[in-house]
Each structure stands twice: as C-alpha cells, then as structure tokens.
C-alpha cells in the first residue's frame, strides 16, 4: 500500500502523503515483479514499517537530482534493452501493460 511519499522541498527531503486520498493505493504488479521485489526485499531492505524500498548504495535516501547516477539508470536500460532516451518516469505507464485485459463482451 502506497501511504506516503519522498518530495525535495527547499533543499530538505521529506515525506509526506500523497496529493490526494486517490494516492494511497494498491498497487498491482505481476508475478514476476513480486518475485523480483520480494528477493530485494530480504536482500536489501532493513525490517520495519518505516524502511525504504529503494535508497542509495551508501544507505541514503534517493534525490530526484542524483537519481540517474546513483541507480546507473542509463546502464540499465541498455542492459534491459530499453530504447535511448527512456526515462524513468516513462515506467508509470506499464502499469497499463501489467494489468490483465478484460474479456469482450457477448455479441448480442
């Protein structure tokens, strides 16, 4: 369940809920994606409610500034074979490809 979020604000990272009521959710993945998050999860994540999910290779938290360097974010895309120019943001749009496709409805 997505609760909270990290924003820069004045040069001071914080967290906070997200804009709306809308942005606490669910978020599905597929099963692949769970598999992936669960071995990092026992891998890297420290226990507690308050962990993080993703933090830099010293432990610290991510900024948006250092984001690309610290996560070797154009290497990985060559790696997974993404096209030039991907951008991380571009990933939100998955989600539209994970979720199962509804059945047509019956010719009447």
């Known amino acids: 369940m997505l609760e909270r979020k990290l924003i820069e604000v004045r040069g001071k990272?914080?967290?906070?809920?997200?804009?709306?009521?809308?942005?606490?959710?669910?978020?599905?993945?597929?099963?692949?994606?769970?598999?992936?998050?669960?071995?990092?999860?026992?891998l890297n994540v420290d226990e507690g409610e308050d962990a993080l999910l993703f933090i830099g290779e010293k432990g610290a938290l991510l900024r948006a500034s250092n984001f690309r360097r610290a996560v070797r974010w154009m290497q990985a895309c060559r790696e997974a074979g993404l096209p030039k120019g991907f951008h991380f943001h571009d990933t939100r749009h998955f989600g539209n490809l994970w979720r199962p496709m509804p059945a047509p409805a019956p010719r009447s």
Not at 13 to 32: H, I, Q, Y
């Open 13 to 42: 990272l914080e967290f906070g809920p997200p804009k709306s009521e809308a942005g606490k959710r669910t978020v599905p993945l597929p099963d692949t994606a769970v598999r992936i998050l669960r071995d990092h999860l026992k």
